[in-house]
């Protein structure tokens, strides 16, 4: 390789949680440089779950990150060109990929939630991916169904 690798930024963690997971949530939600309104969307979100949810007697914060693990795909597929035709060639994702797939899908699919504000958009997702529902988790199973369905072409690997 040319280029040596890019240092990792380390984050720094949340003020409420003390968790940096929280942080790089947080940070992939805010839209137009608006953290501390990415922030109390994500607390607010993290209250309703938590005033929903309160039979069960986890935490709010473990409900999401248990939401995050249900969407977290193992496999991709990839284009790979071969002569003429195009493979969708099945890969796994390294670990900090995965994590950045599902924080970006539970983002993407909350945003084309129906609800008022993007709080409750956001915890009707997390409780939704936590059942092991909604979009962000029948995404993940979209990809692991491609991924399957081409586990023929695998040799193509690069």
Do not use: C
Not at 100 to 129: H, P, V
């Amino acid at each position: 390789m040319r280029k040596t690798k890019p240092k990792v930024r380390r984050l720094l963690p949340d003020p409420k949680y003390k968790d940096t997971m929280v942080t790089m949530f947080v940070n992939n939600l805010m839209m137009g440089g608006k953290k501390n309104l990415s922030f109390k969307v994500f607390y607010d979100s993290m209250a309703i779950v938590e005033s929903k949810m309160k039979d069960d007697e986890k935490s709010a914060l473990e409900i999401w990150k248990k939401a995050l693990e249900n969407i977290t795909p193992a496999v991709e597929v990839k284009s790979r060109r071969v002569g003429g035709a195009t493979f969708q060639v099945p890969r796994e994702i390294r670990p900090e990929r995965k994590v950045s797939i599902s924080m970006k899908n539970m983002i993407l699919y909350s945003r084309k939630r129906s609800g008022k504000s993007m709080s409750d958009k956001l915890a009707s997702e997390i409780m939704a991916a936590y059942k092991e529902e909604g979009g962000a988790f029948k995404k993940k199973e979209e990809t692991h169904r491609m991924a399957e369905a081409n586990k023929a072409f695998a040799h193509f690997r690069f």
